[in-house]
């Protein structure tokens, strides 16, 4: 088990920056891919961006294609995702989230949430329009 702890969140204009960073320790991070989902009030928690064992492979959410940007550092064990650009439609609570086991390819990356093993509490990012 992987233990996750999301920091970064916060209130920002929109076409602002925010850069989301997720701690992670208790199992080898570097065996794992890595996620970012996110949940707005009364809507399903969303897919928003994947990076694989490697780190040489990302998949994102069309909505944030061309705006964010997941990283990881296994040096620092932590999770990174730099939002550019942001949107009212961004406002939500972000969730980094682990992959440590049946991971497959070190290249692969993962969107659905059942996917995943471990959950951070999540960071609430609020986009004033």
């Known amino acids: 088990q992987v233990q996750l702890v999301e920091s970064g969140g916060g209130l920002v204009q929109a076409g602002g920056s925010l850069r989301l960073s997720c701690a992670a320790s208790?199992?080898?991070?570097?065996?794992?891919?890595m996620g970012w989902f996110r949940q707005a009030p009364g809507k399903e928690r969303e897919f928003v961006a994947s990076?694989?064992?490697?780190?040489?492979?990302?998949t994102y959410a069309p909505p944030v294609d061309d705006r964010f940007t997941i990283s990881r550092d296994d040096v620092k064990n932590t999770l990174n995702l730099q939002m550019n650009s942001l949107k009212a439609e961004d406002t939500a609570v972000y969730y980094c989230?682990?992959?440590?086991?049946?991971?497959?390819?070190?290249?692969?990356?993962?969107?659905?949430?059942?996917?995943?093993?471990?959950w951070g509490r999540g960071t609430q990012v609020t986009v004033s329009s």
């Open positions: 990076i694989s064992v490697n780190g040489d492979y990302m």
């Open positions: 208790g199992r080898t991070f570097s065996s794992c891919a």
């Open positions: 989230t682990a992959k440590c086991t049946s991971v497959g390819s070190a290249g692969s990356t993962y969107s659905l949430p059942g996917s995943y093993d471990d």
